[in-house]
Each structure stands twice: as C-alpha cells, then as structure tokens.
C-alpha cells in the first residue's frame, strides 16, 4: 500500500521563475493538503482541495496555486518565485468524508530559489 | 492570526527515561489538537490526537495531556528509545475532521545512549 508520494524531492529554482510540484495522496484518499515548512519552522497550511475544488485556503498569496485531478493526485504552483520561497513543501492526504484530521504526510519537495 | 507554540527548542532525555514535550496554545476556541513527530528527511507522523472535551488520552507508550485553563499541551514519552530522537510538533484545529492545522515551531528531542 503506497503512501504519499511527492515529486520531485529536490528542486533549485531562480528568482521570478514558476515551479510545478506533484503529489499522489495515499491509497483510498481523497483530499489532499498542501502545507510549506521554512527551515526550524512548523508547516504552515497552504490550502486543500477535495473534489478537484479548493475546499479551504492559508494566508498564502495567489501566487501559489494548486489543482486537483480527477485521480486525486495533485499538483501546487508557485509563480513569480522569491527568495522566501525556499522551504519544504509537504503534501498530506486523508479521507475527506471521513474528516478525521488524521493526515499522512509525504517526505515533501525541497524548493531551494536562488 | 494565532498560533501554537512551544515552550523549549531543544531537549535531551536519557534513553529509557521519560520525556515531557509541552505546548502552549492561544486559540482558546481550538478543538482538536494533535502531536506529530518529523524524523530527518522525512514528513511529519501522526502520534496522538485529543479533542477539547478530554485532559487526557494513553497510546502505546505516549500521554497526551490538556489543560484548557491554561491553554497547555503536553505529550509524555514512556521509556524512550533511540528512534524517538526526533522533532516534535503539537498542532490545533478549530473542529475535529478540519484539516487546516496550525503547527507549532517544533522541539528537538535528543535521545542520549
């Protein structure tokens, strides 16, 4: 039974570039979450989509932006990158009737922006 | 907006020695807290959960306690072995089943041989 998975791991980026990160959720879910991690920081939710709709959203500026696809997998978009940019961007899945809050988080995609 | 936060970075325990992690939390409306545990390289784990109508749940060597007076979380470590040596995050949510979780900073938990 496979877990989350993110792709890629590992990402260098420059300034005012746009970047693309993948996510498949956990066999079973449905809903996916996106949270960033700054370095020594806890994650900060970006937002969640749940039948290829955002259902919730974080204080993240529309710059970032996410899709979700029929499959469940996911995708998060960040355009115009900054230097601020640079963190750990987890994916998390659960089972959106459920609601439980139990989320299972991938390893995440390292974003370094030069 | 408000946030959950810790009251120690850092912390190292002695292995088989009992740890106390703790949190202090500011929404007073939070419902359902949960700790999740982030080893190196990888995403955070589910530990244990509790919801505002209790001050105390048991898992498998692991205590979550709440004080809603105090707006304080804790979470006790039984016996603690090497592989517990991670970071620690206590996060909050206003409803139970409401993914939109705000996380703590995080502590380090050092397991010394």
């Known amino acids: 039974d496979a877990g989350v998975t993110q792709s890629p791991t590992h990402l260098i980026k420059t300034r005012g570039q746009q970047v693309t990160l993948r996510c498949s959720p956990k066999?079973?879910?449905?809903?996916v979450s996106w949270y960033q991690q700054a370095l020594g920081q806890g994650p900060q939710f970006i937002f969640q989509y749940y039948e290829e709709e955002e259902r919730q959203r974080g204080n993240f500026p529309d710059r970032f932006s996410g899709h979700q696809f029929p499959n469940y997998s996911s995708e998060l978009n960040v355009n115009a990158l900054l230097l601020g940019d640079s963190a750990l961007y987890l994916c998390?899945?659960?089972?959106?009737?459920?609601?439980?809050?139990?989320?299972?988080f991938g390893s995440g995609t390292q974003l370094s922006v030069l | 907006g408000e946030s959950v936060g810790l009251h120690l970075p850092t912390l190292s325990v002695q292995e088989g020695d009992n740890s106390i992690i703790n949190c202090a939390y500011s929404n007073s409306a939070s419902d359902y807290f949960i700790w999740y545990k982030q080893e190196s390289g990888k995403g955070p784990q589910f530990i244990i959960d509790i919801r505002s109508n209790m001050d105390k749940r048991q898992g498998q060597r692991v205590t979550v306690l709440l004080n809603k007076t105090v707006k304080h979380l804790s979470l006790q470590i039984a016996a603690t072995q090497p592989g517990d040596s991670a970071v620690y995050f206590c996060a909050e949510t206003l409803d139970f089943g409401n993914e939109k979780l705000t996380f703590g900073t995080g502590t380090r938990l050092t397991i010394i041989p």
């Open positions: 066999s079973g879910h449905d809903t």
């Open positions: 998390a899945s659960s089972l959106g009737g459920v609601g439980n809050g139990k989320l299972f």
